[in-house]
């Protein structure tokens, strides 16, 4: 296609997504597809040497929304410029180096500092503008154009950490942040929703450009705040300086700011952010690598649309929009059955996703989702879970329906619907029900029976009916013998992982029963406090409930599983064939007197001596708390080589912090 052609038509397209993710907060594709579609443009352009009048690369943000007042910035907001790889990072900081030494090249009386660089997080919300006069907030608006913004003070006013005064009241200054809203948040509000929201970044700026600040209220939004566009009497001198006067005026800072003068650090920092990204309580969409000093951030200046003394390093897309093609219907071991969604195959995240899921037919229902079969729908993968899908398109027509199963899929009972899932509740005649439980009782986490698969308890269940975990201790070795792909050798080690399952300790048996709604915690829980399965056994609902973490409906579950007469004679069968399910012994009482004794503790970077996990036993051994993040109920942090952003934060927070590992070694021994 002629580039001109294609340009044309890429302009129009983005204005479109513009429109509706800047002017609407309800966008048409992900970031991820949005993203590619700018770059050809970006490279169109370059090619051609031209750019049309509509350009979106020439543009920061989009139209305004009607309603508000319009704020004139007292000095422009930016877009920021962007590398998705090291090699575009290191092109970035070239410019950068080339530009400031030319600049020295021509004043060598007054030549600028050595580069320095602050590492900050890319936060994915909506941009703030608050506006400060002698120390009051009298206005807040959006980026808008970057010239002229929407007017929502009353709408920030509803978030509960932006000041509504300041220290400082020397005049008027413009105070810029992002607009979040908390994953927690996100997912306690979606619990709640008649409609989930998709993403918490259009949760942020859907809530903040709503017109009744009732429904931003709502939402419970936050803000972070990282730069100080505009003030009449003050001055920094470089970016630690302007965090100390945001910090000192009680504006929420992000504590994970990190400082290298040497840019070969940057992009260590960069991979550290990665790896902690699905650990943040909030969305961000990669970090931004900002030059500190003052004079040269103005001496490297401005594009059309972004400071060049600052870069956004984008991390991988976690969303992306894919057709539903089909939903398959699965039964799990509590009879639950679970719908699965295959999509047309897509790239995210590095890999190629096929399979999401829907979670039940009361998210179906919630997310709209019940005539979308053959529409496009937002997809999002965190993590390594399997994707889920988030809703569908906003201009999708309606697609084909997704029929519910009226009957199991695995054995035709018929099926009854509890709250938000479909269940089978013929327990003893649905196979995968069985084998389910079978395969979970054998699992690692509870009797950790080696080398037994789902694809065991499959084989065990259709040629010698096993129908129940308790079956397993009375398989003889003949008849394992018959089994296709056994031989002597196999059916022996089988035999001999089942007998050593019989002295698995009581945590892990109560784990292994797959009592519904218990996990792994809270079997734990219970075996320390109650010591034996007869008591575990004879609990009532209300000494279950004096147990810290241990709910209602967690309780229930307990006390009709012990009340079922099938599993109280299931339980007696497997006792009688020599599974013991005893409490261990008490632990060694944990020490008091030792340095680490009471102390919270968190473990970063690497160390030599011994393994993270070996260290944290040895410090719960002395009586300290190991936790995984640093705040201000941490009292000690262990620093390990290439320790990163939590060492940054304890040192932020004033938290005491070790990094010498023989220090430490040497205190572990006292
Ligand atoms: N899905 C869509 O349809 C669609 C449409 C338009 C834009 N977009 C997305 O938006 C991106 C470009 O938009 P943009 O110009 O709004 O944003 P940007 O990615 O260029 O980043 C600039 C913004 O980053 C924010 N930011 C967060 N943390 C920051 C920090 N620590 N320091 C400084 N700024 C920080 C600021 O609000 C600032 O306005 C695109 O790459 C695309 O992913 C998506
Ligand atoms: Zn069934």
């Known amino acids: 296609m002629d580039p001109m052609q294609r340009m044309e038509e890429l302009v129009e397209e983005l204005g479109k997504y513009n429109y509706h993710y800047y002017t609407l907060d309800e966008p048409l594709v992900s ?157 306690a509000y979606n619990k709640q929703a008649a409609e989930p929201l998709k993403n918490a970044r259009n949760a942020a700026a859907g809530a903040l450009r709503n017109l009744d600040p009732k429904t931003t209220a709502k939402r419970k939004l936050s803000a972070y705040f990282y730069n100080v566009g505009y003030a009449e009497n003050i001055t920094f001198r470089d970016h630690r300086e302007m965090m100390n006067f945001l910090r000192t005026n009680k504006f929420k800072v992000n504590p994970f700011i990190s400082y290298f003068d040497d840019f070969s650090e940057v992009a260590a920092q960069l991979q550290q952010i990665q790896e902690q990204r699905s650990s943040l309580d909030y969305l961000i969409d990669g970090a931004v690598v900002k030059i500190t000093d003052m004079r040269t ?107 519910y199963p009226e009957n199991c899929p695995a054995c035709g009972f018929p099926l009854q619907q509890r709250g938000a899932h479909l269940f089978c509740d013929n327990r003893f005649g649905c196979r995968p029900q ?40 009375s398989l003889e070795f003949d008849s394992l013998l018959k089994l296709e792909r056994f031989g002597e050798k196999k059916a022996r080690n089988l035999l001999d992982a089942i007998e050593a399952s019989k002295s698995r300790d009581l945590a892990s048996f109560l784990f292994a029963l797959g009592i519904p709604n218990t996990g792994k915690s809270t079997t734990k829980l219970l075996a320390d406090h109650f010591g034996s399965l ?55 009482p944990v020490r008091t007197d030792s340095y680490f004794s009471g102390k919270t503790v968190v473990l970063t970077g690497t160390l030599h001596q011994l393994t993270r996990d070996e260290a944290a036993e040895r410090l719960e051994a002395l009586g300290a708390k190991v936790t995984g993040s640093v705040s201000k109920k941490t009292d000690l942090v262990i620093a390990g080589e290439k320790a990163g952003s939590k060492l940054t934060k304890a040192k932020d927070l004033g938290v005491e912090v070790i990094e010498d590992e023989d220090e430490f070694i040497r205190l572990l021994g006292d």
């Open 297 to 403: 951030r103005e001496v490297l200046g401005y594009t059309d649309k972004f400071p060049r003394w600052a870069v956004a390093y984008k991390f991988e897309a976690e969303e992306t929009t894919t057709v539903l093609e089909s939903v398959s219907w699965n039964v799990g071991r509590t009879g639950k059955i679970t719908p699965l969604a295959r999509v047309e195959p897509v790239e995210l995240a590095g890999v190629t996703v096929q399979n999401c899921t829907l979670n039940n037919v009361g998210d179906i229902e919630r997310k709209n989702l019940k005539f979308a079969l053959g529409t496009r729908v937002f997809i999002r993968r965190s993590n390594d879970v399997i994707p889920e899908i988030l809703g569908k398109v906003p201009d999708e027509e309606e697609g084909e329906e997704i029929v």
């Open 31 to 187: 970031d991820k597809e949005y993203d590619a579609l700018y770059d050809e443009l970006v490279r169109l352009e370059t090619e051609t040497g031209m750019v049309l009048p509509d350009s979106p690369t020439q543009r920061v943000g989009g139209e305004l929304l009607s309603g508000f007042t319009p704020h004139r910035h007292l000095v422009p907001l930016w877009s920021l410029d962007k590398a998705q790889n090291e090699e575009q990072l290191l092109n970035w900081n070239n410019r950068v180096v080339k530009l400031t030494s030319d600049y020295n090249a021509k004043n060598p009386d007054n030549p600028l500092p050595p580069l320095s660089y602050a590492v900050e997080l890319k936060f994915d919300g909506l941009t703030l503008n608050l506006t400060y006069t002698d120390g009051k907030l009298v206005q807040a608006s959006t980026r808008g154009n970057g010239v002229v913004g929407e007017g929502i003070l009353a709408q920030v006013k509803t978030i509960k950490s932006v000041p509504l005064t300041i220290p400082f009241r020397d005049g008027t200054i413009e105070v810029q942040g992002e607009g979040i809203m908390n994953l927690s948040v996100l997912e």
């Open 434 to 473: 069985i084998v389910g439980r079978i395969t979970h009782f054998a699992s690692r986490d509870a009797m950790d029976i080696e080398t037994f698969s789902d694809k065991t308890a499959g084989q065990l269940y259709d040629e010698l009916t096993l129908r129940e975990p308790a079956d397993l201790y």
């Open 534 to 588: 007869e008591a575990v056994m004879a609990a009532s609902v209300e000494e279950l409930t004096a147990l810290p973490d241990i709910g209602g409906i967690v309780a229930e579950s307990i006390v009709s599983f012990f009340a079922d007469p099938f599993n109280q004679a299931s339980i007696h069968k497997m006792l009688e064939r020599g599974v013991q399910a005893k409490a261990p012994e008490q632990a060694e």
